[in-house]
């Protein structure tokens, strides 16, 4: 066990959105390094929160049904935590858009509400707060580093950019350590694949297992994409380091940009088998789409030592075998 | 009258936060240029509105007592519209970190609630929306142009930042004609002098037309300032314009920037009297204080043909015999 890990033994952690994607498996993570975890999670059904994404550990951690926009039982659940996962999130960009102010109460209104109650009630927690990097728009430049203006295509990047500055801000004026982390396209076991509302690798997993072929839109964007375990470690060493207090990071991957194609033929390829079309983009996603993007994540590389270690081809045949196995709890 | 200015004649325009500093002086041009003017103010008692602002047009313009965040006025208000000026705004620094709930609720979410309001019941009018230079925070370089980073220090200036995106956002997505234009330290007659809430030069101009001695925090700091016609000339400007559609404007000043111990001595000279004393900054103040700040503005110079005319000193000469005349209207 590293000296990174050792620091989480007996922490009370929350995580917000800790029955989500990457909130069940840093909690996963956490339970094994012997931290005392709480998760909250609203289970709205659209969202990615699962209870059988913590199947296995139901008995060494805590699970509270609630809402980050439901101010009281946040207080109540603030308290006495060292650290907060703050993950809990609207992800869909396309919802937000037909429903935006939903976006807003969650992703901006409920974040200043918990901040406000970390000030008031535990101003000592250490704060990680999950960020995207929806929050760039479409790039002026490549890859995107952490100076590249903020110019959001859609409201959940605006609510989102709102969200993060709010924890920078917490940080900087009132010294409640904060820190945002900028995710890019992160992908793995737990993740929703029900359908396209979060990422489309979920819905390209679900259909190729279920041998129907799946759609790539256009094909030629270049993005990358993080294994959920290697995003997990860069919660982990935020959480562990002061060096990142009120700093935000992009992550990016262990592999180069690969075009959406080229990843297609990736998933095919790890799965033995299987068949996409390429069709040109829904006129409603088009408009709210950024074309290519990679991160330039040299900051947290050089401030937190991060390194993603999970290559594309690995992490999709994890991916894949999770899904095989535990398809049905996902539909 | 010039092609501008022709523009307005028999317009429909709603200005938000219509009895305001900025609004009613915006108002009382939009008058002279023949407009067909709606004011919409909530009159909240710790913001701008008066409705001695617009003391000798009341009957030729109509005046709509209602708040920003009511989305059923607001859709009956917007309706019809040709122009829709958006100045209403929670814009005290300190108070949006007392609290922080009534902030978002005004500059962000009743931002998106009219945008959607727009889209919905009128997509064909044109937006102008008053942003301000605190999103940028604390300058990384002098002067600031639109291409600097946006790390607000407050959180009024991460609402005000979200509320500019969405204007944008709309424009871009909804093709809903917006702009924003981030102004610096405006000043002129019709401000609110009551006290420091809103502007500095407020309380500095009523303690001195008092008699009284004026504070001035620290002094160095290097500062801009627009008189208020200027501001009001680049609204009309901004919304006639399809150049400004999409796009974000700082706004400068006629001089160049100034300390504030220097625009101090300005206005005790352009009193012909009075006195200040210089203190430290009260710390509550000090922790969300930009320091210098000054605006690169050639931006809008360029693509609207906007020149700010007023000195500084003919400036102040006008808002100290304004309020020579008017200043119980304002206590």
Redo the contacts between chains.
Sequence with gaps: MTTAEAYFREKRALITGGLGFIGSNLARRLVELGADVVLVDSLVPEYGGNLFNIDGIESRLRVNISDVRDEYSMRTLIQGQDLLFNLAGQTSHLDS?QD??TD?EIN??AQ??IL?TCRKHNPGVKVVFASTRQIYGKPQYLPVDE?H???????NG??K??GE??H??YN??YGIRACALRLTNTYGPRTRVKDARQTFLGIWTRLILEGKPFEVWDGSQLRDFTYVDDAVEAFLLAAASEEADGRVFNLGGADPPISLKDLADLLVSANGGGRYEQRTFPSDRK??DVGDYYADDRAIRSALSWQPRVTLREGLARMLGYYRQHLPRYL
Aim: net charge positive; charged share 15%; aromatic share 4%.
């Design positions: 858009m935006p102010n807003l901006a209104r200043l509400s406000e100076k203006l903020l110019i959001p295509v859609d409201v605006i609510n950019m709102a500055a709010y920078v801000l900087n004026v408009r709210i």
